[in-house]
């Protein structure tokens, strides 16, 4: 579904991402795991046209996608849920549920429904709380919440950024389990981690990002035994 | 001060308060979304002002008149955006933080000189929009009110509602509070990032055009105006606290309320009274009489 | 101007603008052009308030007008209608726009940009209308007659006296400028304009530099304004509209934000533009509109931008950086210790920490440790003064300082890193880690190396130079933050907390997104600052950094202390491997 060629992405003139390239298929689920600062949110703010990259290509279902918004990607079926969650807090978790849907070509009021109840059955807490200001509810809560917003677009492809990012060891399961299921029933999935062991555990795929470069790549389960390497890698 | 004396400066008091509430809202969407506005809210007012004398005046009917302004209202906003805003935003930090403030101002310093141009610098009036004549009074509870008044009064409350649906209603006013929390957020939800910003600065840009319409029959219409009111509907603003719609329509008839109250009692510096209180009240409390609303996130 | 020609004296170029002064009146064909001269002078000295105000506060201004209205008013009627001589009523005049411009700046202390705006916009025109309608005592559009001129008692020469002490009044409104953006004033305005919690930590009292330079800017319009009144002799309220105010922005802008010499260039510019719209005075303000716009858009650097950008010069040769070495300053061993004591902080109605302990020692590391979103950043932030706590005291060298702003706390010896760098990316490297500095000389003394030229801030900038240098990077001393990589980033921040002489270092995240070999060199670093008795706290994920030089590690998960103690007993500690460290250990 998305195809990453020697891309390189500067930030002024800073160079954050040098000579990375990486697959994505459907039914998959990839992790990107690396230190803080290693360009990991760098890569998917370029994977949905946020940041431009400096050289190289990306296509998405076969398409190249330069010069494309990232609003149109975004309803083409390229999700991003960003790092920090982005729940719009003076919204009610229901109306931040469909903003995106909403906008999306093809869903109709009776889709868009069902896909509501699909999402509330996923994770019941949200139809508890669908009355509610997003802006008050848990952290756990929100990020089922943005994973559950961006699954309401009908993904192809699902990115997501710290997913973790300050939340308890059951949420974090929670939601690592939802990703995985996800992936079992055919989406593509790429996941930027930080807790590292628990993205391996979860991935079929990983690489590891240090200083902007790819500088390991393989099947999760054999990257998770090499203990020596995570540990040089990620400090 | 008699009775009927109060009830009428009560209501022309409620007239302006209303209209500056409308050329407010504006102020606040665009605040909402981008965090700048048009220093210029007030000349686009007097564009819309003279844009409806001039066509009341050559014959149009009415309701035409007011699509009409409506439509050169849009397109001013739009154009506002796209050669005042958007540039800032590519020059990035090159552009001072407060440029906007400027390139705003001096759009509206233009549409000042093409009004001049066009329709002379001295003050006239718009004729009536609703009544055949100026001072068509109704009586309402023994109180005679002048019909255009009311009238005035009663098409900026359907206007102030019709712009709550908006904001809190429709799937754009949804989008433009996505906007506001965070832009970049919004457009990996598939929002128009910069649909939304053209949006609001043409919807502020309508709302000082029917403020104007609304405006010409009550006071004199000339092309320097302009400031006075974008002064008056900051400060209405910045009474309701900016981010608070609801602050802002009480904020906006407390104002034209005082306005009218002082005019009456000190008629050489009565309209300076009330920006006085709200300069004094924002020193002590600077997010105006009802705070902000806000959903606290981290 | 001498921005543009460094290695000429200051005091030479001074001397010859000086002599240009003197000799200019006595040399002009005719007397429009002193006329001409005067009216540049002293508008050029409202442009510079302006330019300080907008370009190094960033703070704007839509009132300017309404100041420079004020002093001409209150200098006029003063002089005119009660017959107080001159040099007293232009006193007054400017001692008015002070008190006036604290006023109005006071609304800048409390808000944002946004209502400082407004406010300003609001001011002007109210001057402007009471101006035109308190006909009594302004003389309202008709205007004030036969206010006195300056012209020493002679009728005759008269414009010539008048222009030498305008201009001689912007000769020395103009080194002032010069001193602002070529010291420590200026590097502050800086700091208070981009980040106002970089500039508490560095020891600044925010809101006190923004009202004062807002009320400094206000008195040189003022000043401008005394002098426009005394130079024609009548002042009528037609001068004083927002056209006024829109013309100083005008100068400013056009001549180029931030730079000192600028106003000189926009001001001329502006006389150009005014003369010659008075030819097409139809469409006046349609051009003063399009040149705003064309040159906010298309110039945003003004006229001096076509000079070429300002260089900074760090002027230490490499060879001449003497070695540094941490010292704790003078505040003694005392100072260095920090108790925090049962610290809760909650945002609306969500806990992020709970009653929270700890006791830094002197002259030791203590980390801080816990998952993201523990409340290790709320724990710094409350501890530097950023938050206030819910509840809890925070003790420095054993006095409370719950109360105390984070400039106070600065100037206590408690220095802060951030985790999103927080550094000023309007001036160098070098003159960032300067910021850290308190000055060294009494201001008379600066302002004379200042002129002199050679060795003004000479030492501060060795001293940062060796501290760049102690740090590893002294090549980087005269790039600008942004040019730089992040890990540099991070360095030049841990050089500019040293640069504060700090007795307690907080330091947050100091080695995230560095790479390995770099964060040994921070763990040496930071074990040197030990060694001089600097006590550190410092929050951290990397495990190896932090085990390998923390005497003491506190654990937070949740907002609540779940252990204290060495790094062997805390990796040890079960609550600890079930929060932290459990990722790995469960999974393993």
Known sequence: MIEVDHIDVAIGPVGILHDVSLRLTQGRLVTVIGANGAGKTTLLRTLSNIVTPRSGAIRFGGKPTAGIKPHLLARAGLVHVPQGRQIVPGLTVRDNLVIGADRVAGLDADTIAQGLEREFARFPVLKERQHILGGNLSGGEQQMLAVSRALMMRPKVLLLDEPSLGLAPQVVTTILKALRSLADDGLAVLLVEQLALLALDTADEAHVLQRGRVALSGPAHDLRRDRAVIESYLG | MTLLNFFQLLVSGIAMGAIYTLTAKGLFITHLATHRLNFGQGDFLMVGAFASIGMLTAGVPAPLAVLGVLVIMGVLGYLLERFAIRPLDRLGDRAGAYSWVLTTAGSALILQNIVELGFGKSAQYAPPLFSKTRDNVINIFGVGIFFEEAAIIITAFVVVGAFYWFLFGSRWGKAVYAVAFNPEAASLFGIDVRGVVVLVFVLAALMAGISGVLVGPLVSVHPHMGLIFTIKALAVAAVGGFTNPVGILVGGLLFGGAEAFSNYWDSAFGDLYPLLFVMALLAVRPSGLFGERRADVR | ?588
């Open chain 3, 1 to 588: 101007m001498p921005s543009l020609m460094p290695r000429i004296p200051r005091l030479a170029v001074y001397g010859l603008a000086a002599a240009a002064i003197a000799i200019f009146p006595l040399v002009a064909p005719n007397p429009f052009f002193v006329h001409v001269g005067q009216t540049f002078a002293y508008t050029a000295i409202a442009v510079i308030g302006l330019n300080i105000l907008l370009g190094l506060s960033g703070q704007m201004s839509l009132g300017h007008g309404g100041f420079y209205a004020v002093g001409a008013y209150v200098s006029a009627i003063l002089a005119t209608t009660y017959g107080w001589p001159l040099t007293v009523s232009m006193a007054m005049a400017l001692a008015a726009c002070l008190v006036v411009g604290l006023m109005v700046g006071a609304v800048a202390l409390r808000t944002r940009g946004l209502y400082l705006a407004m406010a300003t916009l609001a001011f002007g025109f109210i001057v402007e209308i009471v101006a035109q309608r308190w006909v009594s005592v302004t003389g309202g559009t008709m205007g004030l007659m036969g206010v006195p001129q300056v012209d020493f008692g002679n009728f005759r020469m008269g414009p010539t006296y008048f222009f030498w002490f305008a201009a001689g009044l912007l000769l020395l409104v103009q080194i002032a400028s010069d001193y602002v953006f070529g010291s420590s004033i200026g590097r502050r305005l800086n700091a208070v304009k981009e980040s106002v919690s970089f500039a508490a930590t560095v020891g600044l009292n925010v809101p006190l530099w923004r009202i004062g330079v807002f009320a400094a800017s206000a008195a040189l319009a003022g000043l401008a304004g005394v002098l426009f009144a005394h130079q024609s002799g009548f002042v009528s309220s037609d001068a004083f509209n927002i056209r006024l105010t829109i013309s100083l922005l005008i100068a400013t802008v056009i001549g180029g934000l931030g730079r000192s010499a600028g106003p000189l260039l926009g001001t001329a510019i502006l006389i150009g533009i005014a003369e010659a719209i008075a030819a097409v005075h139809d469409i006046g303000l349609m051009l003063y509109g399009g040149i705003l716009l064309v040159v906010l858009l298309l110039f945003p650097e003004g006229a001096i931008g076509l000079f070429g950008r300002r260089r900074a010069k760090s002027g230490v040769a490499a060879d001449a950086v003497s070695a540094f070495l941490p010292a704790l300053a003078a505040r003694g061993r005392a100072a260095g210790r920090l108790d925090v004591e049962g610290v809760t902080k909650s945002y609306a109605g969500v806990v992020a920490l709970r009653d929270a302990t700890l006791s830094v020692e002197p002259g030791t590391v203590h980390a801080l440790i816990g998952p993201n979103g523990a409340g290790k950043s709320t724990f710094i932030n409350v501890v530097a003064g950023l938050y206030a706590p819910t509840a809890g005291r925070i003790l420095i060298g054993g006095s409370d300082v719950t109360q105390l702003p984070a400039h106070r706390r600065a100037r206590l010896g408690l220095v802060r890193t951030f985790q999103n760098l927080q550094l000023i990316q309007g001036v160098s490297v070098l003159e960032n880690v300067m910021l850290g500095m308190e000055r060294r000389r009494g201001l008379l003394a600066d302002v004379l190396d200042f002129l002199g030229g050679k060795g003004h801030e000479a030492r501060e900038r060795a001293e940062a130079a060796s501290i760049l240098a102690f740090l590893g990077i002294g090549t980087l001393a005269d790039m600008k933050p942004k040019d730089l990589s992040y890990g540099h980033r991070k360095l030049v921040e841990l050089a500019r907390a040293i640069a504060q002489k700090p007795a307690i270092l907080l330091l947050d995240e100091p080695v995230a997104g560095v790479n390995p070999q770099e964060a040994r060199e921070v763990a040496r670093i930071v074990g040197k600052l030990r060694d001089a008795g600097i006590s550190v706290l410092l929050v951290e994920h990397n495990m190896e950094f932090v085990m390998g030089l923390a005497d003491r590690v506190t654990v937070l998960d949740f907002g609540n202390r779940i252990a204290c103690g060495t790094p062997a007993e805390v990796q040890k500690d079960p609550n600890v491997i079930r929060a932290y460290l459990g990722a790995v250990e469960d999974a393993a």
